[in-house]
């Protein structure tokens, strides 16, 4: 069911973004959901799977680099973390190859034997935009998650979560609403090689999703 319901939702978001892109071709609208200008902020909030709330606030180093700080919500425990952006191609006026990187930290949700935990998921994302300004894209990513104790070198117990890899397929649609305002989804399905991961996955169903919108200032 899994295989299907998130194979479905990819197909349907690049449709969609090709869709819209498409018949909204007389105009343009145009925000950049990813990166702030230079010395700008920017605010992302949304909800989906495993976040039921999460919130973002970005920095524009440069027009094609930016870092943020991360502040979310799973149905269990909050996370904390920062992420980095940067554009390694635009050589062209409608596609560009973007590197994405989050990190979080888990505190031990306070339960006897439980333990903080970690996560990085560095992924390679190739964009189109439209002439409206909607911008749809796919990427391919790597996550790693331990245990800190474990990533430290010390003792922990061997029947709780140690860590593991697996490898993500990502599909995104962003619709600017204003110049300085865009909606946006994206969602990846977590793999183990070709097929969907299974409970060895810690973040619950084999999906992460978000949908929420993104503010310049």
Same mark, same amino acid.
């Given at each position: 069911?899994?295989?299907?319901?998130?194979?479905?939702?990819? *197909?349907?978001?690049?449709?969609?973004?090709?869709?819209?892109?498409?018949?909204?071709?007389?105009?343009?609208?145009?925000?950049?959901?990813?990166?702030?200008?230079?010395?700008?902020?920017?605010?992302?909030?949304?909800?989906?799977?495993?976040?039921?709330?999460?919130?973002?606030?970005?920095?524009?180093?440069?027009?094609?680099?930016?870092?943020?700080?991360?502040?979310?919500?799973?149905?269990?425990?909050?996370?904390?973390?920062?992420?980095?952006?940067?554009?390694?191609?635009?050589?062209?006026?409608?596609?560009?190859?973007?590197?994405? *990187?989050?990190?979080?930290?888990?505190?031990?949700?306070?339960?006897?034997?439980?333990?903080?935990?970690?996560?990085?998921?560095?992924?390679?994302?190739?964009?189109?935009?439209?002439?409206?300004?909607?911008?749809?894209?796919?990427?391919?990513?790597?996550?790693?998650?331990?245990?800190?104790?474990?990533?430290?070198?010390?003792?922990?117990?061997?029947?709780?979560? *140690?860590?593991?890899?697996?490898?993500?397929?990502?599909?995104?649609?962003?619709?600017?609403?204003?110049?300085?305002?865009?909606?946006?989804?994206?969602?990846?399905?977590? *793999?183990?090689?070709?097929?969907?991961?299974?409970?060895?996955?810690?973040?619950?169903?084999?999906?992460?999703?978000?949908?929420?919108?993104?503010?310049?200032?």
């Amino acid at each position: 069911m899994y295989r299907i319901s998130v194979t479905t939702l990819l *197909m349907v978001i690049t449709f969609v973004g090709v869709s819209t892109g498409q018949i909204n071709s007389d105009y343009s609208v145009t925000h950049d959901y990813l990166f702030p200008t230079r010395g700008n902020l920017m605010l992302t909030v949304a909800t989906g799977v495993p976040y039921v709330g999460i919130t973002e606030i970005g920095y524009g180093i440069s027009d094609r680099f930016t870092v943020s700080a991360i502040l979310g919500r799973t149905p269990t425990q909050m996370g904390y973390g920062f992420r980095i952006r940067g554009v390694i191609y635009d050589g062209s006026e409608t596609i560009r190859v973007v590197a994405k *990187m989050p990190s979080f930290y888990y505190p031990a949700p306070g339960k006897p034997g439980d333990e903080p935990w970690a996560l990085v998921w560095p992924s390679v994302h190739i964009e189109r935009q439209f002439r409206s300004g909607s911008r749809v894209s796919v990427g391919l990513g790597i996550v790693g998650a331990g245990c800190v104790s474990a990533m430290l070198g010390k003792h922990v117990d061997q029947d709780g979560f *140690m860590g593991g890899t697996w490898n993500t397929v990502s599909a995104g649609l962003a619709i600017p609403v204003s110049g300085v305002l865009s909606v946006r989804v994206d969602v990846s399905a977590v *793999m183990d090689g070709l097929q969907l991961a299974g409970s060895d996955w810690i973040g619950g169903p084999p999906v992460i999703l978000n949908v929420g919108v993104a503010r310049s200032f």
